[in-house]
C-alpha cells in the first residue's frame, strides 16, 4: 500500500514538474515516436486536456481538442508511461518502445464528482491534489467502526459533533447542523426526523461505504439542505468477480457494547454482470461511564441490514438498494426534568441525584428509530451526448420517542409521547454531457414528495405535506493547471401544514391548512489553479438558500432536557448565505500541508432569540425564546499538516477555528464549536514476530473553553477546555490461514472528566470516560476467492 | 445521429415518466390529513388553593389557569388574602380544564400519593409570617400535601406580589422509594407562587 502511493505521489509530482517543463520547452531529442488518442471510456468521446506522461523521461504531451497525442523524439526501452485527467482514473502502462508506436487510452471516469467546496480528507491527500474530493475510505472507516457517524467525521478538521450522551451525535460542519447539513445515501438525500439537535443521523455506521464531507455550502447540486455542508455516504463497488466476506467484531469496555457485522458479496451468480452484496449488522450497549459515574440509561440497541444487487454492461448498468436501520436509545435519565428549578439544582449538584448500577436495559425516555430506504439507480452512455443518469429513491422514517412515565404516575408510558412518520420520495436525473473542448458539465432536475404523520400525544411539529423541485447546470474548463468552474440551481418548494387548533372554548378541535410557497436561486463560481509543482490553491464564491423547516415555522413548547419553551414563527423568510471560500494546497514527498480559510455571511439567518418576558405555565416560568432572523456571519480557518520524519515514523497536526456572530445584535451566535487542535503521531513497522504491518497511532485533542458567548442567555457558562489522548494499535495476523485485521485500541486514555460545550447533557454529566476497543476483521472467503479469481484469469 | 437523437429522447421520456409517476402519485398511505386528536397528554390547567378559617365557617379560594395548556393564552394566578393572626385549614385541587369534560387529577395524585409530595415555601415578606404543614400521609407516612393548614403570626400587614408569594411546588419522584419527605425530586410537576396578602 505504502509503495503504491508513493508511485502515486512521484506520478504527480513528475506530471506537474512535466507541466512546468513543457512551458520551458526543455526537450531532448531521440528517433520514436508516441502516439496515440485519449477517450472517456464511458461515452466513447475523445477526451482532449489529458496528460500522457514518461516520468523516466520526463517528458510527455497533452491531447488536443481530438483527444490526440504525440510525443517524438524518444528513445529505445522499456518505460512506464501514465495517462491521466482530472476526474478519471489514471491508467499506467509498461511499454517497450523500439519502433513508432500507436496507442490508445480508453479513461474511465471516477465515480465521484468534484464538488465546488471540499476537503481533503486526513490520510488519503496524495490522488486529489487538483481536484477536490476524498476523504474516509471504507479501509479508514473500518479503524472505527461500531462508532456513530458523527464520532467517525470528528476527525476532519472543522467538523464536530452535537452530542447527546454516548450514542447520538449530530455532525456539525464548521458551526452549522441540521437543517443546514445535507447528508446523501447512496445518492438519496436522507429524509429523517431533523427536529432537534437530539435527533441523529440514522446510518449503519457497518455498511461498506466511503464516507465524503463537503464543508461550505453546495447548494447547486445538492439543492437546499446543503447550505452548511454535505456528508455522502457512498457505498463501495459491487464486486466484478467472485465472492466475498468478512465478519466484523468489536467490543467496547465504557458501556460494554458488543457489536457486528457480517457482509457477503459476489458476482456472475445468476448472469454476467450481476453484482450482489448482503450485509446486516447488530450493537448492543449497556450504560455508559464518566470517570466517576454511571450514567443511568443511556444504552442502546441497534439492528441494520441492507441487500444490494446491481447489473452492468458497458453502456449502463443498474442498481437497486434496499436498507433497514433499527435502534432504540436511551435518554440520560436525569436529563428527563420537570422545569427550571430542577435544572438549576441539577447544574449546581454537577452530578447525577442518585447512583445507579450499570444495567443493558433501557427504559423511558427513549427513542425508537427505523429508517428504510430504497433506491433504484440507473446510468446509460449515449456515446458523443454524454451520460445519463437516473435515481429514484422512497425512504420512511418512523421516529417514536417515550417518556420515563404515564403523568403523575410511576407507570412506563404506554404510548410514545410522540410518533411521527415521514415518507419521502425523490427523483434526480442528471446528463452528464461529453467534453466540448475543455468544458465539462452536468445538468440536472430533482423532484421530491413527502408527508409526515403524527400520532402521539405531544403536538412537535404539524402534519404536512411537501413537494419540491430543481433544475441545476454545472460547467467546468479546464487546461491541466488551471480549472474554472461555474453553475446554477433553481428550487421550488411547496408546503403544505395541517395544524390542530388549540382553543379550549370551541367544542371540536379545528384543523387548518396553512401553506407555505418557496423558491430562489443558488449559484457558484470557482477555480483551482496549480500554481506551482507540489502546490495549488482553491477558491469558491457561491450563494446558496433554505426554506425556514416545519419546527423552526411552528414549534410551540418546552423543549424536554434544556427546559426552554421555543416558539415558531411565520413569518420567517428564507435564509440565504453568501461564502468565500479559499483552500491552499502542498503535497510533497514526505509533507502535506492544507490551509482553508472561509468567510460565510448570511441573510435571514434563523436562530433562537431570548424573549424577555419567560413563558408562565403550571410548572413555573420558562425562559422563552422565539425564531428569529437576522444577519449573521461565520467565519473560520482549518490547517492540516503531516511530515514523513522517516519510514517509520509520521507527525501531523491539525487546527479548526470558527467564529459566528450575529450582525444585527453584536453578539457571538450560540452555540458555535469551541476551537480544536489535534495532534498525531504514528509508527508503522513491517513486521513484528507472528504482526505484520504494525501500525501504532498516538492522538491528542485539545479543546478550548468557548469564550464567546451571550452571558446571561444560558443557564450555565460554557465548561472549560479539555485534552482527551487516544491510543490505536492496529496489524495484521494469520489465524489459520486467514488473513485477520486486528485492532485495539483507548479513547480517553488518561480517563479525563470533561464537558463539551456542544454536549446537550452539559448541564447534568460529564462525557464518557475511559474506553478500551477491540477490534477484528475476518475476511470470511479469502481462500476461495482466490480461487475464483484464477480460474477467471484462465 | 438522427438515429441516436431518437434513442435518446426516448430514454429521456422513458426516465422522466417513471420518475415524475413515482414521486407525484407516489402511494397514499403517507397522506398526512387531519393530526390525530384521540390521544392527548394529561394535563394540569387549574391549581385552586381552598382556605377554611377555623372556627369560621367561610371558604377562600385562589386559582392558577392556564386552560389551553403550556403556550397560547398565558396563565393568570389569584392573591390568596389572609388575616393576620389567624390559623386555616386548606385543601389543593387540582384539574385539566383542556379536556372535554374537564379531568380531575387530584384523586389521580391521591391515588399515586407514594410518588408525591409538595413542598409549599413562603417567599419575601410573608417568610417567618407563614407556616405551612402538610398533614395528609402516604403509606410510608411520608407527608403529600393534597391537606395542610397554615398558621398566620400577628403583624403587619403585607401586599402580595410575585416576590411576596407562596411557591406551591409538586415532586414527582420515580422511583417511589426515592421520595424521603424532606428532598424535593428532579422532576416538578406543578411550580405556582401564589401572592399572598396579610391584612390585619
Known amino acids: 500500500m505504502k509503495t503504491l502511493s508513493s508511485s502515486k505521489l512521484f506520478l504527480l509530482w513528475a506530471s506537474l514538474s512535466f507541466i512546468a517543463a513543457s512551458h520551458a520547452g526543455i526537450w531532448t531529442a531521440g528517433k520514436i515516436r508516441f502516439k496515440g488518442r485519449v477517450f472517456d471510456a464511458a461515452t466513447k468521446a475523445p477526451l482532449p486536456g489529458a496528460t500522457i506522461f514518461f516520468p523516466a523521461l520526463q517528458k510527455g504531451a497533452v491531447s488536443n481538442q481530438n483527444g490526440e497525442f504525440n510525443i517524438d523524439g524518444l528513445e529505445k526501452g522499456t518505460y512506464k508511461v501514465a495517462c491521466q485527467f482530472i476526474g478519471y482514473t489514471t491508467i499506467e502502462l509498461t511499454l517497450s518502445l523500439s519502433k513508432d508506436t500507436e496507442q490508445n487510452f480508453n479513461l474511465k471516469p471516477k465515480t465521484l464528482e468534484g464538488s465546488e467546496v471540499t476537503v481533503t480528507g486526513e490520510r488519503d491527500p496524495l490522488k486529489d491534489a487538483k481536484q477536490a474530493v476524498t476523504v474516509l475510505s471504507s479501509e479508514e472507516l473500518d479503524k472505527m467502526r461500531g462508532q456513530t457517524l458523527g464520532e467517525t467525521l470528528k476527525e476532519i478538521p472543522g467538523v464536530t459533533t452535537l452530542q447527546t450522551g454516548p450514542s447520538i451525535a449530530k455532525p456539525v460542519i464548521r458551526g452549522l447542523h441540521s437543517q443546514r447539513i445535507l447528508v446523501l445515501n447512496a445518492g438519496v438525500p436522507q429524509e429523517g426526523q431533523q427536529w432537534g439537535g437530539e435527533h441523529a443521523p440514522e446510518i449503519d455506521p457497518f455498511a461498506p461505504a466511503r464516507i465524503e464531507v463537503l464543508k461550505g455550502a453546495a447548494g447547486v447540486e445538492y439543492g437546499v439542505g446543503a447550505i452548511g455542508g454535505v456528508i455522502r455516504i457512498i457505498p463501495c463497488e459491487l464486486p466484478a468477480s467472485g465472492i466475498d466476506g468478512e465478519l466484523t467484531l468489536n467490543a467496547f469496555s465504557n458501556n460494554r457494547q458488543g457489536a457486528g457485522s457480517l457482509l457477503f458479496e459476489g458476482a456472475n451468480l445468476l448472469f454476467s454482470g450481476l453484482g450482489w452484496r448482503m450485509q446486516g449488522s447488530l450493537r448492543k450497549a449497556g450504560d455508559a461511564h464518566a470517570p466517576k459515574f454511571n450514567l443511568q440509561n443511556t444504552g442502546f440497541e441497534e439492528g441494520d441490514y441492507s441487500g444490494t444487487l446491481g447489473f452492468q454492461k458497458s453502456r449502463g448498468g443498474v442498481q437497486l438498494i434496499y436498507s433497514h436501520f433499527g435502534t432504540t436509545l436511551g435518554i440520560y435519565r436525569g436529563a428527563h426534568i420537570g422545569n427550571v428549578s430542577d435544572l438549576l439544582h441539577a447544574i449546581e449538584r454537577g452530578e447525577p441525584a442518585s447512583n445507579t448500577d450499570f444495567t443493558y436495559d433501557v427504559k423511558g425516555p427513549k427513542q425508537e428509530i427505523s429508517h428504510n430506504l430504497l433506491s433504484l439507480k440507473a446510468d446509460y452512455h449515449l456515446g458523443s451526448l454524454g451520460k445519463l443518469e437516473m435515481q429514484y429513491g422512497w425512504q420512511q422514517n418512523n421516529r417514536q420517542e417515550f417518556d420515563a412515565h404515564k403523568p403523575f404516575s410511576s407507570e412506563p408510558p404506554t404510548a410514545p409521547s410522540f410518533d411521527l412518520t415521514l415518507t419521502t420520495y425523490t427523483a434526480d436525473f442528471s446528463l452528464r454531457h461529453a467534453p466540448v473542448k475543455n468544458v465539462f458539465g452536468k445538468i440536472g432536475f430533482t423532484g421530491m414528495r413527502q408527508g409526515n404523520v403524527q400520532t402521539g400525544t405531544i403536538l412537535l411539529i404539524p402534519n404536512f405535506r411537501a413537494y419540491s423541485g430543481g433544475a441545476y447546470l454545472r460547467e467546468s474548463w479546464t487546461n491541466g493547471a488551471l480549472t474554472l468552474e461555474a453553475g446554477g440551481r433553481y428550487d421550488y418548494r411547496w408546503i403544505k401544514a395541517f395544524i390542530l387548533e388549540n382553543r379550549p372554548e370551541a367544542e371540536e378541535k379545528n384543523v387548518v391548512n396553512r401553506l407555505h410557497e418557496y423558491r430562489n436561486l443558488s449559484g457558484v463560481a470557482g477555480l483551482i489553479y496549480q500554481f506551482a509543482p507540489e502546490w495549488s490553491i482553491a477558491a469558491n464564491a457561491g450563494t446558496a438558500w433554505r426554506p425556514p423547516s416545519l419546527n423552526e415555522l411552528y414549534s410551540n413548547g418546552v423543549h424536554h432536557g434544556t427546559a426552554q419553551f421555543e416558539i415558531g414563527n411565520l413569518n420567517l423568510q428564507n435564509e440565504r448565505s453568501f461564502s468565500l471560500d479559499a483552500t491552499l494546497r502542498h503535497v510533497s514527498a514526505r509533507h502535506r500541508f492544507e490551509l482553508s480559510a472561509y468567510d460565510n455571511r448570511f441573510d435571514h439567518f434563523i436562530y433562537l432569540y431570548p424573549e424577555p418576558e419567560p413563558t408562565l405555565t403550571i410548572r413555573g416560568a420558562f425562559p422563552t425564546f422565539r425564531y428569529l432572523q437576522a444577519e449573521a456571519r461565520l467565519r473560520g480557518l482549518e490547517v492540516s499538516a503531516a511530515r514523513q520524519i522517516n519510514r517509520f515514523f509520521n507527525l501531523g497536526v491539525t487546527a479548526a477555528l470558527v467564529r459566528g456572530n450575529n450582525l444585527d445584535d453584536h453578539a457571538p451566535l450560540y452555540q458555535m464549536p469551541a476551537d480544536r487542535l489535534r495532534l498525531h503521531a504514528d509508527f508503522n513497522l513491517p513486521k513484528v514476530s507472528v504482526f505484520s504491518e504494525v501500525h501504532i497511532e498516538a492522538t491528542a485533542t485539545l479543546v478550548g473553553k468557548q469564550k464567546r458567548f451571550l452571558p446571561n442567555a444560558d443557564y450555565a457558562d460554557p465548561p472549560p477546555g479539555y485534552v482527551l489522548s487516544d491510543l490505536l494499535f492496529h496489524t495484521r495476523i494469520a489465524l489459520g490461514t486467514l488473513p485477520v485485521r486486528l485492532n485495539f485500541g483507548v479513547r480517553n486514555l488518561f480517563n479525563v472528566s470533561y464537558r463539551d460545550y456542544l454536549s446537550r447533557y452539559r448541564y447534568f454529566i460529564d462525557d464518557a470516560g475511559r474506553d478500551f476497543v477491540l477490534r477484528l476483521h475476518i475476511p470470511v472467503f479469502t481462500k476461495f476467492s482466490e480461487v475464483h479469481h484464477e480460474t477467471q484469469l484462465e | ?200
Not at chain 2, 98 to 116: F, G, L, R, V
Open chain 2, 1 to 200: 445521429m438522427k438515429r441516436n437523437w431518437n434513442k435518446w429522447l426516448e430514454m429521456l421520456a422513458c426516465f422522466g415518466v417513471i420518475a415524475t409517476l413515482s414521486v407525484v402519485a407516489g402511494c397514499k398511505e403517507d397522506n398526512p390529513g387531519d393530526p390525530n386528536d384521540g390521544n392527548e397528554q394529561e394535563l394540569i390547567t387549574k391549581v385552586i388553593l381552598t382556605l377554611t378559617e377555623n372556627g369560621m365557617g367561610r371558604a377562600i379560594t385562589a386559582t392558577f389557569r392556564d386552560p389551553d395548556g403550556v403556550g397560547g393564552v398565558n396563565a393568570t394566578v389569584d392573591t390568596l388574602k389572609v388575616k393576620a393572626g389567624s390559623a386555616y385549614t386548606g385543601a389543593m385541587a387540582l384539574a385539566d380544564e383542556s379536556k372535554n369534560p374537564p379531568t380531575d387529577i387530584t384523586a389521580e395524585i391521591a391515588d399515586e400519593k407514594d410518588a408525591h409530595q409538595f413542598f409549599n415555601t413562603p417567599n419575601g415578606a410573608l417568610a417567618g409570617r407563614l407556616t405551612i404543614t402538610i398533614t395528609d400521609k402516604d403509606s410510608r407516612n411520608l407527608p403529600v400535601g393534597l391537606a395542610f393548614t397554615i398558621a398566620v403570626t400577628a403583624g403587619a400587614p403585607v401586599t402580595g406580589s410575585a416576590a411576596n408569594s407562596v411557591k406551591v411546588a409538586l415532586s414527582h419522584y420515580d422511583p417511589a422509594s426515592t421520595k424521603n419527605g424532606t428532598t424535593p425530586s428532579s422532576e416538578t410537576d406543578v411550580e405556582i407562587d401564589f401572592p399572598v396578602n396579610i391584612a390585619n
